[in-house]
Each structure stands twice: as C-alpha cells, then as structure tokens.
C-alpha cells in the first residue's frame, strides 16, 4: 500500500476515535434528552405534555358538551310526560344555548373557554333545577355532580371561587323562598341535610383536587 494512503487511513481512524462518544458521554446525552444541566424539563418534552393537556381538555370539553346535551334531552322528555310544558321550553332553551356552544367548540377549537361556557350553563340549569323543583321536587338531587365536574375543568382556586359562588345562590334559593323565581318548596330538614351534604362534597372535592394536582406536578416534575 502507498505511503500516503496508509497515513490517510490512519488520520481516519483518529479521527473516528476521537468523535465516537465514550459510555459516559452517552449516558449523560441520553439524560440531556430529558433535562438539562439545571434539571429543567428538556422543551421539547415541556411540549409533548402541553399538547397532551390541550387533547385531554378539547376531549373532556365534547364529552361535557354532549353529556349536557343528553341529559336536556331526558329531562324535556320527563317535562313533557309530567305536563310541565313551560319546564320543557326553558331546558330546551338551554339545550339550543349547548348545541351552540358545541358549534363554537368545533370551529374556534378553543376547548378552555367551551368547557367555561358548559360550566356555567350547567350552573344556570342546576339553579332552576333547584329553584322549582324539577319534577315532584326531584331538582336538587342532580347538585351533586357539579363539584367534582367544576374541580376536574377549572382546578382548585377557580373551581372553589366558581362553587363558592354557585353555593351562596343555592343557599340564597333554599332559605329565601320568597324571591320571585323559587316556585319549589322543602321541608326544613331537607334544606338542612341539602346544604350540609353539598358542602361536604364540596370540603371532599377540595381534598381530592389538592391531591391531585400535586401529584400531576410531581410527575411533571420528574419527567
């Protein structure tokens, strides 16, 4: 072989040496991948759960969206079957006023504000569920789903803000049945047992979202 194609060769050889990653070097790529040298999430991570959050949040907003909707559908058929045709006009109102909100769901894909505009709707209707009654007084039992579903969408700060609001207007229709639009009269012990048990489910729901949220920064964290 040539003189110079032996040297050429063997400058090669360093070279490749030289560039080839040792073990350790390999390792510590491999935990750059995940977090730098501050121990910060590696950004395209910090995306993957970004997007991850966005997908959960316009999922949960179609299945709220639609779960209202059903749920008008039911308690228009109940109204009618009872005679309460004026009950079955105001939920129907509500359930155009959802279908909407689907529509503006689909198109703006703002999943944040949809679930807000649910939120808030389900609010209304529970009130009126409250205020007459519902059919033969069943109203307030649909109440007690409204926490939990208010945590999971809003967290812990907004949705404890939003229920404390939500809970002085259901204290102010239940003790004050002299305000114009409460048509629905209960026993003194139900509103008791009502308030009590709301605001127990409430305290619980506030333990449970705490938990929660800790945890899912811990795993964030440790990603």
Not at 88 to 100: D, F, R
Not at 107 to 135: C, D, E, Q
Not at 140 to 148: S, V
Request: net charge positive.
């Amino acid at each position: 072989m040539p003189v110079g194609g032996t040297l050429t060769a063997l400058t090669n050889a360093l070279i490749q040496t030289k560039t080839r990653p040792s073990d350790g070097d390999t390792a510590a790529t491999d935990g750059d991948a995940v977090r730098d040298h501050q121990g910060n999430p590696h950004p395209g991570d910090v995306f993957s759960i970004a997007e991850s959050d966005a997908k959960r949040d316009h999922l949960f907003a179609r299945l709220l969206n639609w779960t209202i909707i059903v749920l008008l559908i039911v308690f228009i058929f109940f109204s009618l079957r009872t005679g309460k045709s004026s009950h079955a006009v105001v939920l129907a109102v509500i359930g155009v006023v959802a279908a909407s909100n689907f529509l503006y769901l689909r198109y703006s894909k703002n999943s944040r504000r949809a679930m807000a505009h649910m939120l808030y709707l389900m609010a209304g209707m529970l009130l009126y569920l409250l205020s007459t009654g519902g059919v033969d007084n069943t109203g307030p039992l649909w109440l007690y789903f409204f926490p939990t579903l208010t945590f999971f969408a809003q967290g812990l700060r907004r949705g404890g803000l939003t229920l404390a609001i939500f809970m002085v207007l259901c204290t102010c229709i239940v003790l004050i049945p002299e305000l114009p639009f409460v048509t629905a009269t209960y026993p003194i012990a139900f509103k008791q047992r009502l308030l009590g048990s709301m605001t127990a489910v409430i305290i619980l729901g506030v333990i449970y979202e705490y938990f929660r949220s800790n945890a899912r920064q811990e795993v964030r964290c440790a990603m």
